[in-house]
Nanobody, 121 residues
Framework: VQLQASGGGLVQPGASLRLSCAAS?????????MGWYRQAPGKGREMVAG???????TTAAFGRGRFTISRDSAKNTVDLQMNNLKPEDTAVYYC???????????????RGQGTLVTVSS
């Protein structure tokens, strides 16, 4: 399975960005959950948001009220709408997917290349 993320860029504080990720290729089972994690310079990975085919979602505390995850299961795509971005949101954002239904994105089996989000004035 290959995951291709897009949509990152340089924005000012308070702006919005929409990240998209598309999965291609074959897995043993269906991709029942997809999500995003991020890694800021000099920091460890942190979960951003996840969603499964049952419609259950989770969003990290820092993103609640600002970030919204959505998914098209038929197309194996997942989007992350990020509003009111802050400088501390600056990071490389990675898409991930798994055959299970869990929402711990950090342990997902499949991971893609990241897309850089920079929030700066």
């Amino acid at each position: 399975v290959q995951l291709q993320a897009s949509g990152g860029g340089l924005v000012q504080p308070g702006a919005s960005l929409r990240l998209s990720c598309a999965a291609s290729g074959r897995s043993y089972g269906a991709l029942n959950a997809m999500g995003w994690y991020r890694q800021a310079p000099g920091k460890g990975r942190e979960m951003v948001a996840g969603i499964n085919n049952g419609g259950t979602k989770t969003t990290a505390a820092f993103g609640r009220g600002r970030f919204t995850i959505s998914r098209d299961s038929a197309k194996n795509t997942v989007d992350l709408q990020m509003n009111n971005l802050k400088p501390e949101d600056t990071a490389v954002y990675y898409c991930a997917a798994d055959e299970g239904y869990g929402l711990d994105v950090l342990v997902y089996k499949f991971r893609g290349q990241g897309t850089l989000v920079t929030v700066s004035s």
